[in-house]
Nanobody
Framework: QVQLVESGGGLVQAGDSLRLSCAAS????????LGWFRQAPGKEREFVGA????????TWISSVNGRFTISRDNAKNAVYLQMDNLKPEDTAVYYC????????????????????WGQGTQVTVSS
């Protein structure tokens, strides 16, 4: 069993930055792929970005490429999402997810790839 807890969300203005954290417990997750997703009101949960177990590979949706950065600290069982130059359209609940047993047939951008999720943290960006 893995527990994930996100933190760091809040209300900011357009152009500001936020750093989200995701702390894992219950299992050492240094060998697992980690992803960030977000869900805006009335919309489907969408993929934001993911990082490989070693941290040397990341992937993003185009709308955040160049503004968001994922990093991980395996010694602390933590992953971070640095969000710069935030825009109102980034407003959503942000979730981290881990694939301890990747669901074959799905890619890292698919929700089905991951088997544990955090409870989410709200990010609101005002214009």
């Amino acid at each position: 069993q893995v527990q994930l807890v996100e933190s760091g969300g809040g209300l900011v203005q357009a152009g500001d930055s936020l750093r989200l954290s995701c702390a894992a417990s219950g299992r050492t997750f240094s060998r697992y792929f980690l992803g960030w997703f977000r869900q805006a009101p009335g919309k489907e949960r969408e993929f934001v970005g993911a990082i490989s177990w070693s941290g040397d590979r990341t992937t993003w949706i185009s709308s955040v490429n160049g503004r968001f950065t994922i990093s991980r600290d395996n010694a602390k069982n933590a992953v971070y999402l640095q969000m710069d130059n935030l825009k109102p359209e980034d407003t959503a609940v942000y979730y981290c997810a881990v694939a301890t047993v990747p669901n074959q047939g799905f890619g890292v951008a698919d929700r089905e790839f991951y088997d544990y999720w955090g409870q989410g943290t709200q990010v609101t960006v005002s214009s």
